[in-house]
Protein backbone atom coordinates (compact mmCIF):
# COMPACT_ATOMS: atom_id res chain seq x y z
CA UNK A 1 0.00 0.00 0.00
CA UNK A 2 2.97 2.74 1.06
CA UNK A 3 4.61 1.73 -1.93
CA UNK A 4 1.73 2.92 -4.60
CA UNK A 5 1.93 6.85 -2.78
CA UNK A 6 4.26 7.97 -5.04
CA UNK A 7 2.16 8.33 -7.64
CA UNK A 8 0.26 10.80 -5.34
CA UNK A 9 2.90 12.93 -5.90
CA UNK A 10 1.98 15.65 -8.00
CA UNK A 11 4.56 17.23 -9.44
CA UNK A 12 2.97 18.75 -12.70
CA UNK A 13 4.90 21.40 -15.02
CA UNK A 14 3.17 23.22 -17.99
CA UNK A 15 5.61 23.42 -21.27
CA UNK A 16 7.27 20.11 -20.65
CA UNK A 17 4.87 17.89 -22.39
CA UNK A 18 1.67 18.49 -20.27
CA UNK A 19 -0.09 20.47 -23.08
CA UNK A 20 -2.19 17.98 -23.58
CA UNK A 21 -4.69 18.92 -20.16
CA UNK A 22 -6.76 21.29 -21.11
CA UNK A 23 -10.37 20.59 -21.36
CA UNK A 24 -12.17 23.64 -22.49
CA UNK A 25 -11.23 26.73 -24.44
CA UNK A 26 -9.35 28.41 -21.71
CA UNK A 27 -5.74 29.47 -22.27
CA UNK A 28 -3.07 27.47 -21.01
CA UNK A 29 -1.78 28.48 -17.64
CA UNK A 30 1.43 30.27 -16.32
CA UNK A 31 4.69 28.80 -18.23
CA UNK A 32 5.26 26.84 -14.52
CA UNK A 33 2.40 25.62 -12.79
CA UNK A 34 2.87 22.72 -10.25
CA UNK A 35 0.23 21.72 -8.36
CA UNK A 36 0.48 19.61 -5.21
CA UNK A 37 -2.08 17.94 -3.10
CA UNK A 38 -1.81 17.20 0.88
CA UNK A 39 -1.99 14.53 2.18
CA UNK A 40 -1.47 11.76 -0.31
CA UNK A 41 -3.89 10.38 -0.91
CA UNK A 42 -6.21 12.47 -0.18
CA UNK A 43 -8.84 10.61 2.59
CA UNK A 44 -13.04 11.60 2.84
CA UNK A 45 -13.56 13.23 5.89
CA UNK A 46 -10.34 14.94 6.15
CA UNK A 47 -10.36 18.39 4.12
CA UNK A 48 -6.70 17.96 1.79
CA UNK A 49 -4.95 21.22 0.72
CA UNK A 50 -3.74 22.21 -2.57
CA UNK A 51 -1.13 24.05 -3.28
CA UNK A 52 -0.70 25.98 -6.25
CA UNK A 53 2.59 27.54 -7.95
CA UNK A 54 2.63 29.91 -10.82
CA UNK A 55 5.68 30.95 -12.68
CA UNK A 56 6.42 32.65 -15.48
CA UNK A 57 8.31 31.67 -18.37
CA UNK A 58 11.00 33.70 -16.79
CA UNK A 59 10.42 32.03 -13.05
CA UNK A 60 9.38 34.63 -11.77
CA UNK A 61 6.00 34.59 -10.10
CA UNK A 62 2.64 34.89 -11.53
CA UNK A 63 -0.27 36.90 -9.48
CA UNK A 64 -3.84 35.43 -10.68
CA UNK A 65 -7.59 36.40 -9.85
CA UNK A 66 -10.40 34.61 -9.00
CA UNK A 67 -8.05 31.41 -8.52
CA UNK A 68 -10.35 28.49 -7.90
CA UNK A 69 -9.59 24.97 -7.72
CA UNK A 70 -13.48 22.36 -9.04
CA UNK A 71 -13.02 18.76 -8.00
CA UNK A 72 -15.14 16.04 -9.85
CA UNK A 73 -15.13 12.04 -10.31
CA UNK A 74 -14.32 10.62 -13.00
CA UNK A 75 -17.67 9.23 -12.87
CA UNK A 76 -21.14 10.35 -14.32
CA UNK A 77 -23.59 11.72 -11.54
CA UNK A 78 -21.30 13.21 -8.53
CA UNK A 79 -22.07 17.00 -8.04
CA UNK A 80 -18.55 18.65 -8.17
CA UNK A 81 -16.50 20.58 -5.34
CA UNK A 82 -15.28 23.63 -5.51
CA UNK A 83 -12.84 25.85 -3.27
CA UNK A 84 -11.74 29.20 -3.88
CA UNK A 85 -7.43 29.79 -3.56
CA UNK A 86 -6.01 32.24 -1.42
CA UNK A 87 -2.62 33.56 -2.20
CA UNK A 88 -0.17 33.44 0.36
CA UNK A 89 3.06 34.83 -1.14
CA UNK A 90 3.70 36.34 -4.18
CA UNK A 91 2.50 33.35 -7.15
CA UNK A 92 1.77 30.73 -4.44
CA UNK A 93 -2.07 29.95 -3.79
CA UNK A 94 -3.68 27.25 -1.18
CA UNK A 95 -7.17 25.89 -1.33
CA UNK A 96 -9.02 23.63 1.14
CA UNK A 97 -10.55 20.92 -0.83
CA UNK A 98 -13.20 18.25 0.80
CA UNK A 99 -13.43 15.03 -1.05
CA UNK A 100 -16.86 13.46 -0.81
CA UNK A 101 -16.40 10.40 -2.10
CA UNK A 102 -13.55 7.76 -2.15
CA UNK A 103 -12.04 6.86 -5.77
CA UNK A 104 -10.44 8.98 -8.55
CA UNK A 105 -10.58 12.02 -8.78
CA UNK A 106 -9.53 15.24 -11.13
CA UNK A 107 -9.33 18.94 -10.12
CA UNK A 108 -9.14 21.44 -12.31
CA UNK A 109 -7.20 24.59 -11.56
CA UNK A 110 -9.23 27.68 -13.08
CA UNK A 111 -8.32 31.69 -12.98
CA UNK A 112 -7.46 34.82 -14.65
CA UNK A 113 -4.60 36.05 -15.68
CA UNK A 114 -3.32 39.29 -15.32
CA UNK A 115 -3.65 40.21 -19.15
CA UNK A 116 -7.57 39.41 -18.10
CA UNK A 117 -7.59 35.99 -20.17
CA UNK A 118 -8.99 33.06 -18.07
CA UNK A 119 -6.75 29.57 -17.84
CA UNK A 120 -7.06 26.11 -16.62
CA UNK A 121 -5.33 23.42 -15.83
CA UNK A 122 -6.36 19.78 -15.16
CA UNK A 123 -4.44 17.49 -12.57
CA UNK A 124 -5.51 13.70 -12.06
CA UNK A 125 -6.14 12.45 -8.37
CA UNK A 126 -6.89 9.02 -8.49
CA UNK A 127 -7.29 6.48 -5.49
CA UNK A 128 -8.87 8.74 -2.95
CA UNK A 129 -9.20 7.15 0.00
CA UNK A 130 -13.03 6.29 1.25
CA UNK A 131 -12.46 6.67 5.23
CA UNK A 132 -11.22 8.99 7.29
CA UNK A 133 -8.23 7.52 9.05
CA UNK A 134 -6.75 8.60 12.38
CA UNK A 135 -3.55 9.31 12.71
CA UNK A 136 -0.96 6.86 13.24
CA UNK A 137 0.28 7.07 16.71
CU1 LIG B 1 -18.24 9.50 -6.79
Known amino acids: MRAMRW ?9 VGMGGCQRSSAQSAPAGITVTVDPVPPRVGEPA ?10 GNPVNVSDLRVVGSMT ?16 GRYVATLEFTMGGDWFIVVQGVLPDGEPFEHTVDIPGVEAKERRAEP
Open 75 to 90: HAGMKPVVAKAREISP
Open 49 to 58: TVTIILRDAQ
Open 7 to 15: WFLLLIILG
